[in-house]
């Protein structure tokens, strides 16, 4: 019997922490690019003010008139606001500073934390036949965090493979319990990734087990390596798939999207 928290459409996960530096926008580019290669249709939505997706993906500061800045507080059309990347069946809604300030703006509007779920649901998006939808979301847990979780139908968490890397995941996990009672009733965790996994260091090892031991299965099977190439590929505004395609980094998010197409076939059987 199929899921019935199964959404028609395309899965919008948000891949969120409210620590920084731990690889979402990484995971982010990476794994929508392997997915793209895989001939799903990926749109990634950067909701981070730094804008660190959309410079990723080689979109042009001078590029972005359109923003998620618009998408949530001018009503504007998603047909403004996508754009294509180098990699073919990826596309991108870019974010800049101005974003920055939607947290203030959007305190008065009685629709605040839904306004991101009702730009993902025009009709317009059905003529881009999207299979995943990818957020980028900002390192802290404010209003536009809320946002993705209320549009999206799963959070995916990157951890950092470091000490203290399960701190702060309690804070994360309440605010999705919270947001799951008050607005998106089907939120699910789709998972933690263990990002900048070092297999020489015994301190990775030891978080991976702590990892595994807390949260069992929501743990995906694939760890993301330390890896110079996943470094050096933004600065290229390319993914590590087209700017190394042989790398371990990029082995690694093919790694992960297959196991994540793998684990939403299960869930929708």
């Given at each position: 019997?199929?899921?019935?928290?199964?959404?028609?459409?395309?899965?919008?996960?948000?891949?969120?922490?409210?620590?920084?530096?731990?690889?979402?926008?990484?995971?982010?580019?990476?794994?929508?690019?392997?997915?793209?290669?895989?001939?799903?249709?990926?749109?990634?939505?950067?909701?981070?003010?730094?804008?660190?997706?959309?410079?990723?993906?080689?979109?042009?500061?001078?590029?972005?008139?359109?923003?998620?800045?618009?998408?949530?507080?001018?009503?504007?059309?998603?047909?403004?606001?996508?754009?294509?990347?180098?990699?073919?069946?990826?596309?991108?809604?870019?974010?800049?500073?101005?974003?920055?300030?939607?947290?203030?703006?959007?305190?008065?509007?009685?629709?605040?934390?839904?306004?991101?779920?009702?730009?993902?649901?025009?009709?317009?998006?059905?003529?881009?036949d999207l299979d995943y939808v990818l957020i980028d979301c900002p390192p802290s847990l404010n209003l536009l965090t809320v946002n993705a979780m209320v549009a999206a139908h799963s959070v995916l968490v990157p951890l950092q493979s470091e000490f203290f890397a399960l701190e702060g995941l309690s804070q994360l996990m309440?605010?999705?319990?919270?947001?799951?009672?008050?607005?998106?009733?089907?939120?699910?965790?789709?998972?933690?990734?263990?990002?900048?996994?070092?297999?020489?260091?015994?301190?990775?090892?030891?978080?991976?087990?702590?990892?595994?031991?807390?949260?069992?299965?929501?743990?995906?099977?694939?760890?993301?390596?330390?890896?110079?190439?996943?470094?050096?590929?933004?600065?290229?505004?390319?993914?590590?798939?087209?700017?190394?395609?042989?790398?371990?980094?990029?082995?690694?998010?093919?790694?992960?999207?297959?196991?994540?197409?793998?684990?939403?076939?299960?869930?929708?059987?």
């Amino acid at each position: 019997m199929s899921d019935p928290s199964r959404p028609r459409g395309p899965r919008i996960i948000a891949v969120a922490n409210q620590k920084g530096g731990v690889g979402k926008t990484t995971t982010t580019i990476n794994l929508g690019a392997a997915l793209a290669e895989r001939g799903q249709k990926v749109m990634i939505v950067d909701l981070d003010p730094q804008g660190n997706a959309s410079t990723g993906l080689g979109i042009d500061v001078d590029d972005r008139e359109f923003t998620t800045y618009e998408l949530l507080l001018e009503d504007i059309d998603l047909g403004q606001v996508i754009q294509p990347t180098r990699s073919e069946n990826l596309t991108i809604i870019p974010a800049t500073v101005d974003l920055s300030s939607a947290d203030i703006e959007l305190i008065s509007n009685e629709k605040r934390s839904f306004l991101l779920h009702d730009a993902l649901r025009q009709t317009a998006m059905d003529r881009y036949d999207l299979d995943y939808v990818l957020i980028d979301c900002p390192p802290s847990l404010n209003l536009l965090t809320v946002n993705a979780m209320v549009a999206a139908h799963s959070v995916l968490v990157p951890l950092q493979s470091e000490f203290f890397a399960l701190e702060g995941l309690s804070q994360l996990m309440l605010t999705i319990r919270e947001v799951r009672q008050s607005a998106n009733p089907n939120l699910r965790i789709e998972g933690v990734v263990l990002t900048m996994f070092d297999a020489r260091n015994n301190l990775s090892g030891q978080v991976e087990k702590d990892a595994r031991d807390n949260l069992g299965d929501l743990v995906f099977k694939t760890l993301i390596p330390r890896n110079v190439r996943l470094s050096e590929a933004p600065s290229y505004s390319m993914s590590v798939l087209d700017y190394d395609p042989q790398s371990r980094g990029a082995e690694a998010y093919r790694a992960l999207a297959t196991e994540l197409m793998k684990n939403q076939a299960l869930v929708a059987a």
